[in-house]
Nanobody, 123 residues
Framework: QVQLVESGGGLVQPGGSLRLSCAAS????????MNWYRQAPGEERELVAA???????NYADSVKGRCTISRDYEKNMVFLQMDSLKSEDTAVYYC?????????????????WGKGTPVTVSS
């Protein structure tokens, strides 16, 4: 019911920048939190940054001061500006949202994931 499409990943040198984008579409009433996760090879998926419907933002300690999450409420998009990238930022980055979707006579809060966009930081 909700489709998420990420873009903006790629190969960048250490110290460089990337801007990830995620667009949500489909049949939903509203979107609550919009989040970015990442998963490095051999590692568990971890939360990078989150922004609620009210604009409250949280970052993982590992990216504080280097990443900025933002949201376009009208276009149902979320962005992650990543600066001063390090090799340890190499991972597949996933967009994740909590959306209120219609059901049979009710609305439900459901969790959705994008397919991910790879980020490689290497010289």
């Amino acid at each position: 019911q909700v489709q998420l499409v990420e873009s903006g990943g790629g190969l960048v040198q250490p110290g460089g920048s990337l801007r990830l984008s995620c667009a949500a579409s489909g049949n939903f009433y509203s979107i609550n939190a919009m989040n970015w996760y990442r998963q490095a090879p051999g590692e568990e998926r971890e939360l990078v940054a989150a922004i609620t419907s009210g604009g409250t933002i949280n970052y993982a300690d590992s990216v504080k001061g280097r990443c900025t999450i933002s949201r376009d409420y009208e276009k149902n998009m979320v962005f992650l500006q990543m600066d001063s990238l390090k090799s340890e930022d190499t991972a597949v980055y996933y967009c994740n949202v909590d959306a209120v979707v219609p059901g049979t006579g009710l609305y439900y809060v459901m969790d959705y994931w994008g397919k991910g966009t790879p980020v490689t930081v290497s010289s």
